[in-house]
């Protein structure tokens, strides 16, 4: 079993190898005791989008051959389907960030390219919601960063705060240079987030259980993904809420990369 440890009974040579395995197994008992909960809360998330599919599967079925009814059951079935590949493709993030594998490639970047191509990217679901999505830029921000991962994540900034606003509400990214670091903003109006959540949003499938985040749907893994997009290329990421008063998040992150 990893939890007994060696007894270290002299401050001798055996003493101080005993200690080095009882060091490296409680490492290794950590990293069990994570990949435990990630694979539990894992199958817990996928069960979701399963049993639903499952479900409205078994409905269309029994309403027979009403060609109106298996449309809109196959319809349902699809967009199901749709979350269950995102949720896979945020996992698969998660587990390639953990390991470590990620090749990153930190190599002189715009961010103010970067944040009009992904305004650009979800313009289409803010006018859906009849929202605005307002983009102050400077011309140019050039920093050295992995580009396809920062772009993940200021996507699922983006896509929450025109997910979580309302219904004809706004949305503002301002980009600027402040000397040897770049800053973006991310600024909602939406239902804000209590002092209380604040530091646990950026967890691992941490949903705040309201009415609003139950109608709007997601992973939990948003925020994370986000967090450890911003944190390898350097930098960091802030969140400012106050209930009612919308959300802002704040990415900071050095031009230089620093050796
Ligand atoms: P999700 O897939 O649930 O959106 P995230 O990790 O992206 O997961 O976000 C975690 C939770 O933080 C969300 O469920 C939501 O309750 C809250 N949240 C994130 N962004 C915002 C926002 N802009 N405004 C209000 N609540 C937010």
């Not at 961010?111 to 679901?125: Q, T």
């Not at 050295?144 to 994540?153: P, V």
Request: overall charge negative; charged content about 30%; some cysteine.
């Amino acid at each position: 079993r990893l939890s007994e440890r060696l007894p270290v009974e002299h401050d001798d040579e055996f003493g101080r190898l005993a200690r080095v395995f009882n060091d490296t197994f409680a490492r290794l008992e950590e990293s069990f005791e994570r990949l435990r909960r990630f694979t539990s809360d894992a199958s817990h998330e996928l069960r979701t989008p399963l049993t639903a599919i499952r479900s409205v599967g078994e409905v269309g079925l029994r309403k027979g051959t009403d060609p109106e009814a298996l449309r809109e059951a196959i319809g349902s079935m699809l967009e199901e389907a749709d979350g269950l590949t995102r949720l896979v493709d945020s996992l698969l993030t998660i587990s390639r960030a953990e390991a470590g594998t990620l090749q990153l490639k930190r190599e002189p970047t715009d961010l103010a390219a970067l944040a009009r191509e992904v305004v650009d990217c979800l313009e289409v679901l803010a006018e859906e919601k009849e929202q605005a999505i307002h983009l102050e830029a400077a011309e140019e921000v050039i920093a050295d960063l992995d580009r396809s991962t920062l772009r993940q994540g200021l996507l699922n900034i983006i896509d929450n705060a025109v997910k979580y606003a309302p219904r004809g509400g706004q949305v503002w990214v301002h980009v600027w240079d402040a000397g040897d670091e770049a800053f973006l903003e991310v600024r909602d109006d939406g239902p804000g987030i209590a002092a209380e959540h604040q530091p646990r949003v950026f967890d691992r499938f941490y949903r705040i259980d309201s009415g609003r985040s139950r109608e709007v749907g997601g992973t939990g893994l948003g925020l994370a993904i986000a967090r450890w997009a911003v944190e390898v290329n350097g930098g960091c990421i802030r969140l400012t809420s106050q209930p009612g008063h919308g959300s802002t998040f704040t990415i900071v992150v050095p031009k230089l990369a620093r050796a």
